[in-house]
Structures are given as C-alpha cells and as structure tokens.
C-alpha cells in the first residue's frame, strides 16, 4: 500500500507494515513534552494512575517557558510542581531558569528530536519538529499523562496534502511569509487533522530555521502535523545537534493527497495576517496605513539567530519610532549568546527596544509585552486570536522579523523594502 511520510513513520512505529488515512494504531513515542502551563495537569493525570513512574526518564522533555522567569504567585507554585515531578522521577531533560528556552526551539537545539520520530507534545505548536522529518503533534494533556506513564498514544492516522514549494526565494521573504500565504490560501481549517507535507526543488531554497517556521504554524491551518523530507540540509543540521540516529522516510511515488497546491517561492510578497485569525492575510504594502503601538520579535515561531539577525540589519544605526515599544526575545540562551556575541543585542538597545529573557510571555497574553484596549502590535507570534495578547479590543498583525522590524522603525506596518 503506498504511503506518504508521516504514513510510514506511523506505520514504523506502530509495529504494521502499513497504515491508511482513518486507521487507529497505538505507536509508540520518542519524546513526550510538556511546558510550565500544561505539564501540572498531566502530573495530576499520572498521579491517578496505577503506574510507577514514567516509561523512560531520558525520553520526557518539562519545559518552563511559558510564565519564566515565574511572573506572579501561581506560575511560581506551577514550575514548582513541575521541578518536583522530574527530581521525583530523574527526568533527564528538564529545563528551568538558566537552561531555559521556548520549548521548540529548544528541543531541536539539543538534538532530543531526529529525523523518524514520533512526539506528542502538550502543546499545540509541537509540530515544529517536521522540519526535521519527525510526525509531531500535539495532544491535550491527559494523553501526555498517559504517554509519559506508557511511552504510547493512539492516533488516527491522517491523510495528507501535498504542498509543491517551487521557485527562487527572494531575499525579504522568508518561511513566515511562506506559511501566512498558504494559510490565507486554504483557511485556518483547510487542512483540518490533515498532514501537511511540503515538497519540492523550492525546498532547496528554505533555511532549517524557515523550515522551522512552517511547521510550526502547520496548526493554525488546522493540520495534524507539518513535515519535510530529509535532504542534505536537514542532515548537516542533525549531524551538528542530533544526540542519536535518526531514520528518513521519504512518500511513495503513488501515495494518495487529498488536495495538492503549488507556491512559487519567487512570486510571493511580505504578509501580513491581520486580526483575528491567520488565514486573514494582506500584503505588507496593502496594509502600509495601519499604525501600532507595539513590535514584538520572538516565539517558537521567530525567535531564532537568524530572525534576530534579520532585525538588527534593518535595526542597525537607526532608532525605533518615538513612542513606539519594542520586545526582542531571544528563543533559547545559546540563542540569546549568539545574538550577544554577533552584536545584535546591541543594536537592539540603541535602536531604542527591549531585550527579553528567552519566554513565550506576550505571545499567549502571559506577560512581558500585555496589550491593552485598544492597541495595536506587529507581532512574529502565530496567533492573533481575539484577546491572544491582552485586551479583547486590541489587535495583533503576524508578519516576519523584517516587517516586525521595519514597521518598528515607520510607527506602522511597514514593508522591508520600503526602508
């Protein structure tokens, strides 16, 4: 029976030879994750549980990103339970104040996700890590309960479509406008509990760190999960971080897609996803008079060295505009040394921004960048749902780290190379 690549892997993993879209398998996990938000709720789950322990303390990954540095009493008890837990269990992969960082841009950095994998995440961005060639998903946090305590959970194998990135790619566009075109394209339901496999000469043209950005917002069109096959790319990137072998899958020739669209790299424009919803998608000149309030840089989506890189180049000998509050978040420490040692940091300051600890703060209306009523913000986050970042009147545009920062300069969405 032919397959496409998350087929195989859940067909691999589940122990069959082969699987359809509608099959229910058990399969057994790599990794299991959860955040200072989500992991309490799944502690609670186990502790109901006739089990002793987990079923591998080196394959659980708790990671304190969501309210860290703790912002108030409750996320402080939060983290609290959650250090407990792992010390309780010897989890090996826990990282709190010091070795903290947004959760998926971590977990590649550390190489506990390679290529093959199967993870479930409580946390609905895990499919990030089909940039690697993984099936990544992510699971309410009761089957996180149940997959820490068992090392499997139950899927209903997807069926996929098929996206053809062709074409050169422009210097301004980068993976976020990528993913923001083909979500103002299909919906934010287009792809509902559907695998979203990218494929492609066009690939060729994608930074791991763009690859990154597409999977992770695989979600917001509704998708089950993002991925990419493995090329050369993808194997210098787990030679340098992966801990152990990874095993690539690549779809047959003949594996059946729902739907099948094409995105030709070279004709695309700076996107802007206005409020509320990502699939409400303009051009960046198409929204050129619309005034904000407030930038923020960062998130599992866009807090990356080279994201950062891509601010401060715009950013550099210039000031952010009078009045305007800009937020730079570094996604992990190694990220934010990098972006110390190359300068950037810097740049940031004396353009007139902040530079945050590694946090999803502001992203999920947390803290670190709270809107109130009325405001506005250009954001590189992957949400700009009603009330996402503070007020329930205020309004958040998704765009990339080159509109981010050059609408910080102009006080209003503002295309890169109009600077």
Same mark, same amino acid.
């Given at each position: ?53 987990? !079923? ?23 983290? +609290? ?13 826990? !990282? ?19 290529? &093959? ?8 961005? #895990? ?28 899927? +209903?194998?997807?069926?996929?479509? +098929? ?9 301004? %566009?980068?993976?976020?406008?990528? %993913? ?13 509990? /559907? ?23 695989? %979600?917001?069109? &509704? &998708?089950?999960?993002?991925? !990419? ?13 992966? /801990?152990?072998?990874? +095993? ?22 700076? #996107? ?8 409400? #998608?303009? #051009? ?6 619309? @005034? ?40 992990? /420490? ?6 110390? @040692? ?23 209306? &947390? ?45 209003? %969405? ?6």
């Amino acid at each position: 029976m032919a397959m496409t690549m998350t087929q195989k892997i859940l067909a691999d993993h589940a122990g069959v030879s082969s699987v359809a879209a509608g099959d229910l398998i058990e399969a057994r996990l790599d990794l299991v994750l959860g955040n200072d938000i989500t992991s309490p709720v799944a502690i609670h789950e186990i502790d109901k549980m006739n089990t002793d322990g987990v !079923f591998d303390k080196d394959k659980i990954a708790l990671v304190m990103d969501h309210f860290v540095p703790n912002k108030d009493i409750k996320s402080a008890e939060h983290v +609290k339970e959650v250090r407990q837990f792992a010390c309780k269990n010897c989890i090996t992969n826990f !990282f709190d104040v010091g070795e903290m960082g947004i959760e998926h841009a971590l977990l590649p950095e550390k190489g506990l996700v390679v290529a &093959g994998d199967v993870v479930i995440g409580a946390d609905s961005h #895990t499919c990030t890590y089909g940039a690697l060639g993984a099936f990544s998903t992510g699971v309410g946090s009761t089957d996180m309960a149940a997959g820490m305590a068992t090392g499997k959970a139950w899927f +209903k194998v997807p069926s996929a479509i +098929k996206f053809n990135i062709t074409g050169k790619k422009p210097s301004h %566009i980068s993976g976020k406008d990528v %993913i923001l075109h083909i979500i103002g394209m299909i919906g934010v339901d287009g792809a509902l509990y /559907q695998s979203m496999e990218f494929v492609g000469d066009g690939i060729a043209e994608l930074s791991m760190d763009d690859r990154f950005t597409i999977a992770n917002m695989a %979600i917001e069109a &509704g &998708g089950k999960n993002g991925i !990419f096959p493995v090329d050369d790319l993808t194997r210098e990137y787990l030679k340098e971080h992966g /801990q152990r072998p990874g +095993k690539e899958y690549t779809a047959d020739p003949d594996a059946e897609y729902v739907a099948e669209y094409t995105i030709d790299l070279s004709a695309l424009e700076p #996107t802007v996803s206005h409020p509320h919803l990502p699939e409400n #998608t303009k #051009t960046a000149r198409e929204s050129s008079e619309i @005034e904000i309030d407030q930038v923020v840089i960062g998130s599992c989506t866009n807090g990356r060295i080279s994201d950062l890189r891509i601010a401060a180049e715009i950013l550099a000998g210039k000031h952010v505009k009078k009045g305007l509050r800009v937020i730079v978040i570094p996604a992990t /420490q190694k990220i934010y040394l990098e972006a110390m @040692e190359a300068g950037y940091l810097r740049t940031f300051v004396e353009a007139g921004a902040v530079v945050s600890t590694p946090t999803c703060g502001p992203c999920l209306g &947390g803290y670190m960048g709270i809107l109130a009523s009325g405001e506005k913000c250009v954001s590189t986050t992957n949400r700009n749902f009603i009330g996402r970042m503070g007020a329930t009147d205020s309004e958040i545009y998704l765009a990339s780290p080159a509109v981010a920062a050059a609408s910080a300069l102009t006080g209003k %969405i503002t295309d890169p190379r109009d600077i």
